[in-house]
T-cell receptor, first 113, second 117 residues
């Protein structure tokens, strides 16, 4: 069945350092890969997404890369700030059974001063 | 105005009770969802409706029954509540079912924290 694996489950970095979160997916037909950020006690919100016809996408300090052959994609955050502290979820659209958006298990990112 | 609103925000109840969570979106979206987030923060889809039609029904107990009276509303009714039902339930909507086009972005509600004692 559909599966999205996400690593690491927790990540602690110093302010100003970079953070990288990696995900792998099982359905080779998946074509859309969003990333959501969930601050403590808040709702998940989309921060960036990438489609299968693109290898990389950047938005200010955030970038996402996609390797379709290896079926993995990554989130890169540069110059981290305390407000980047949150849980980050990767997700993939599985094209069978209603085009379901399945989330990874989440990464708790902590940016320390 | 809140785009996706769900009520109640907090719900504390006894085992065996029946409860409902309501969700409404004013974005004009065609697709609505219920996700369950457990204590480990896992976000798992439960149901999805597109234009009032059920399109995703994950393996959840039949004690959970969604109802979509129109495409702007998706309510969740839970019978015979159990301890393991304690979680945060998120309603969400998107312009269309997830596909390659730009209709994929999910807008989430603020969540409803259900505690079963």
């Amino acid at each position: 069945g559909e599966n999205v694996e996400q690593h690491p489950s927790t990540l602690s970095v110093q302010e100003g350092d970079s953070a990288v979160i990696k995900c792998t997916y099982s359905d080779s037909a998946s074509n859309y890969f969003p990333w959501y950020k969930q601050e403590l006690g808040k709702r998940p919100q989309l921060i960036i997404d990438i489609r299968s016809n693109v290898g990389e996408k950047k938005d200010q300090r955030i970038a996402v890369t996609l390797n379709k052959t290896a079926k993995h994609f990554s989130l890169h955050i540069t110059e981290t700030q305390p407000e980047d502290s949150a849980v980050y979820f990767c997700a993939a659209v599985f094209t069978g059974g209603g085009n379901k958006l399945t989330f990874g298990t989440g990464t708790q990112l902590k940016v320390e001063l | 105005d809140t785009a996706v609103s769900q009520t109640p925000k907090y719900l504390v109840t006894q085992m065996g009770n029946d409860k409902s969570i309501k969700c409404e979106q004013n974005l004009g979206h065609d697709t609505m969802y219920w996700y369950k987030q457990d204590s480990k923060k896992f976000l798992k889809i439960m149901f999805s409706y597109n234009n009032k039609e059920l399109i995703i029904n994950e393996t959840v107990p039949n004690r959970f029954s969604p109802k979509s009276p129109d495409k702007a509303h998706l309510n969740l009714h839970i019978n015979s509540l159990e301890l393991g039902d304690s979680a945060v339930y998120f309603c969400a909507s998107s312009r269309d079912i997830p596909r390659f086009s730009g209709a994929n972005v999910l807008t989430f509600g603020a969540g409803s924290r259900l505690t079963v004692l």
